[in-house]
């Protein structure tokens, strides 16, 4: 699905953010991105969709390179990747339905989605994505109306109406609650299950990480230090990765988190 072959980003200054990163990604799989900050975890994501231009390398979506796309030819491919923001990127004065729609953009034509008409089609997709991520009934609110939450469940949705193959995913936890943070990285996993997705997720939290995916890939310095299973996160590992810490802490609070869970699970059951 994804490849990235010897993936390089050296900015003017002469810093190297990304340093010779191969990386394959299959249909399906959801991985995260851990790294201190600086690693190049938002500068690999950019690069994939060329909102950051690689310095070299190549990036393959399917038997599609990239990398060497023209203009006309990138704006059809990033239909396939669908991008979702710390951020949320939203347009505050528009409704949640007009977000949604939005994802939209690159399949009308300018004067029909500068008049907002979209088909009925689209519309009719928008009231089934919100309606699995629980906001059917906020589709006339305005963005600016919304939780953190909610406005990052907008944002799911305007990335899914593209019909993605895959989805790039950078900090969906950081302005949320540890809460709403589970309920948004389990509701990305699930979609993306239900829909066979990829996903790359830049996401700080290690926990996070740990509790809702298969694969995890580490990296320091714009080079991948670890890429394998989250259980295989020890404590020498995240040493390496983020330097000296209490790292077994943070391997208990898993292991607490997910027995809380299963404790949920068999009380409401």
């Known amino acids: 699905m994804l490849r990235l072959e010897k993936l390089v980003k050296t900015y003017r200054t002469g810093d190297q953010a990304l340093k010779s990163v191969d990386l394959n990604v299959p249909k399906g799989q959801v991985v995260a991105l851990i790294g201190p900050s600086g690693a190049g975890k938002s500068t690999l994501i950019r690069c994939i969709n060329r909102l950051v231009e690689p310095t070299s390398g190549k990036v393959w979506l399917g038997d599609t ?49 500068f008049a907002r008409r979209f088909p009925q089609s689209d519309v009719d997709e928008a009231f089934r994505l919100l309606d699995r991520v629980g906001l059917l009934g906020m589709a006339d609110k305005r963005a600016d109306e919304l939780s953190g939450g909610q406005r990052q469940r907008v944002g ?31 509701l990305i996993c699930e979609l ?64 607490e988190d997910e027995a809380e869970a299963s404790a949920t699970a068999e009380a409401v059951a």
């Open 192 to 255: 993306c299950a239900e829909r066979g997705l990829a996903a790359i997720i830049n996401i700080h939290d290690v926990a996070l990480a740990q509790m809702f995916v298969a694969r995890v890939i580490g990296l320091r310095f714009g080079a991948i230090e670890f890429d394998g299973a989250p259980e295989a996160l020890t404590p020498d590992v995240l040493t390496r990765i983020y330097g000296e810490e209490d790292w077994q802490a943070t391997i208990r609070k898993v292991d």
């Open 156 to 186: 799911i949705c305007r990335a899914l109406i593209q019909n993605p193959a895959l989805l790039l995913v950078d900090e969906p936890t950081a302005s949320l609650d540890p809460k709403t943070s589970r309920q948004i990285m389990r």
């Open 65 to 113: 390179e990239l990398t060497h796309l023209g203009a006309g030819a990138l704006r059809r491919e990033r239909r396939r990747m669908g991008m979702i923001f710390q951020e949320y990127a939203l347009v505050e004065r528009l409704t949640v339905m007009e977000n949604v729609l939005s994802g939209r953009l690159g399949y009308v034509g300018f004067w029909r989605s």
